[in-house]
């Protein structure tokens, strides 16, 4: 059993749709790490959560430390948007979603 | 949050060769991290690069391939050593204390 489960784990949407990503987890945390890997391979960090929410530009995170649960929603998505975005928790050791492959269609 | 640098952010390797990845942290920190993302899989942990002594290396890895370094609080070294084609991944490093981490940018290693 994965510590970090996603969902989904493809996702296509088309231009400027409202995208949810999910993240549950089973382990006892102090954070969450949302991170986004490019086409490249190269890896931007996009929030880091202990409680609540946080907003950067067109992005959304939330968490709900009692449920375990997670959401980065993608406002008015734009294909630069396309790219994966891993769920990372931080407990007594980092544990990793496999990641959500989206792809936003001009 | 700390920023990382991580270098080289790719390259293309010979087999049998080695390669060292840099991690520089702008701020003292006190746990580095270690992770290898393989083609179609999750990141894993590697190890956990300690300051003054030796990694503590996960289960599957050893310090004979990837040889870690951590002179200082600021600074590690992954080595991934006599390199075959199944160590093309990407590898990663994070960095922080209990105030939070960050991630550095990945370096994504290809073994021809």
């Known amino acids: 059993k994965n510590e970090v489960e996603q969902s989904p784990q493809n996702l296509t949407a088309q231009e400027g749709e409202f995208i949810t990503i999910n993240c549950s987890y089973s382990?006892?945390?102090?954070?969450l790490h949302w991170l986004q890997q490019h086409p490249g391979g190269g890896i931007v960090s996009l929030f880091m959560l202990s409680s609540g929410k946080k907003k950067h530009g067109r992005l959304i995170a939330t968490i709900n430390i009692q449920e375990k649960h997670s959401s980065l929603h993608i406002t008015a998505s734009h294909p630069r948007d396309s790219a994966v975005y891993i769920c990372?928790?931080?407990?007594?050791?980092?544990?990793f979603g496999t990641g959500t492959s989206l792809t936003v269609i001009p | 949050s700390a920023v990382i640098s991580q270098k080289p952010s790719r390259d293309i390797c010979q087999r049998g060769t080695s390669l060292t990845i840099q991690c520089q942290v702008d701020s003292q920190v006190t746990m580095m991290f270690w992770y290898r993302q393989q083609p179609g899989q999750s990141l894993t942990l590697i190890a956990t690069?300690?300051?003054?002594?030796?990694?503590?290396?996960e289960s599957g890895f050893v310090i004979d391939k990837f040889p870690i370094s951590r002179p200082n609080l600021t600074f590690s070294t992954l080595t991934v050593s006599n390199m075959s084609p199944e160590d093309s991944s990407i590898y990663l490093c994070?960095?922080?204390?209990?105030?939070?981490?960050?991630f550095g940018s990945g370096t994504r290693l290809t073994v021809v």
């Open positions: 382990v006892g945390i102090s954070a």
């Open positions: 994070s960095a922080g204390s209990n105030y939070g981490y960050t």
């Open positions: 690069a300690n300051q003054g002594s030796e990694a503590t290396y």
């Open positions: 990372a928790v931080h407990g007594n050791q980092f544990y």
